[in-house]
Antibody, heavy 118, light 111 residues
Framework: QVQLVQSGAEVKKPGASVKVSCKASGYTFTSYGISWVRQAPGQGLEWMGWISAYNGNTNYAQKLQGRVTMTTDTSTSTAYMELRSLRSDDTAVYYCARSGRHMALSPWGQGTLVTVSS | QSALTQPASVSGSPGQSITISCTGTSSDVGGYNYVSWYQQHPGKAPKLMIY???NRPSGVSNRFSGSKSGNTASLTISGLQAEDEADYYCSSYTSSSTYVVFGGGTKLTVL
């Protein structure tokens, strides 16, 4: 079955960077994109950006431009999201999701909790 | 403030029907038939329930349906069941610099 499995929880200090991985299985990785979405504690969903697994094209949310980088490794069917210069308000659960036609997201990974604290 | 506007909460009794609205602009909901709806239970990842305004993915109950009129999309759940209690989010493709905008989410309570 189609599945996305993410890396484990992270605790980081302000100013540090975090890199979350998302390993895909059960489908042709390069036929879809991967979106990243985050959810702060008790808050709603926030779209962070998208990467094409076919050619590596990206589109990032404006508020994260300059701090986020999304990449893929087609040899291992894995997507990565790196967020730099972490702040306390970056504390959230980070999700990857397969992006189909017209940006319908399915399935989603299980989520990775990133805690930013001094 | 979210780009799409949803009611914070709705409620209904088992067996009843409820509708959740999702209001955007002509740059997103009104401009494209690319509205999706997601269900999220506490502590779980979201699940796609509706895509392209009114299409259900395989495995999603036909009690869930979607529609759109102008800049407002709607999710209707008929024959409410206890397991439907969850948060629901709409999203839309947008012509702005980002591809996707989400609504703020609606908490559904089954009384």
């Amino acid at each position: 079955q189609v599945q996305l499995v993410q890396s484990g929880a992270e605790v980081k200090k302000p100013g540090a960077s975090v890199k979350v991985s998302c390993k895909a299985s059960g489908y042709t990785f390069t036929s879809y994109g991967i979106s990243w979405v985050r959810q702060a504690p008790g808050q709603g969903l926030e779209w962070m950006g998208w990467i094409s697994a076919y050619n590596g094209n990206t589109n990032y949310a404006q508020k994260l431009q300059g701090r986020v980088t999304m990449t893929t490794d087609t040899s291992t069917s894995t997507a990565y999201m790196e967020l730099r210069s972490l702040r306390s308000d970056d504390t959230a659960v980070y999700y990857c999701a397969r992006s189909g036609r017209h940006m319908a997201l399915s399935p989603w990974g299980q989520g990775t909790l990133v805690t930013v604290s001094s | 403030q979210s780009a799409l506007t949803q009611p914070a909460s709705v409620s209904g009794s088992p067996g009843q029907s409820i509708t959740i609205s999702c209001t955007g602009t002509s740059s997103d909901v009104g401009g494209y038939n690319y509205v999706s709806w997601y269900q999220q239970h506490p502590g779980k990842a979201p699940k796609l329930m509706i895509y392209d305004v009114s299409n259900r993915p395989s495995g999603v109950s036909n009690r869930f349906s979607g529609s759109k009129s102008g800049n407002t999309a709607s999710l209707t759940i008929s024959g409410l069941q206890a397991e439907d209690e969850a948060d629901y989010y709409c999203s839309s493709y947008t012509s702005s610099s980002t591809y996707v905008v989400f609504g703020g989410g609606t908490k559904l309570t089954v009384l």
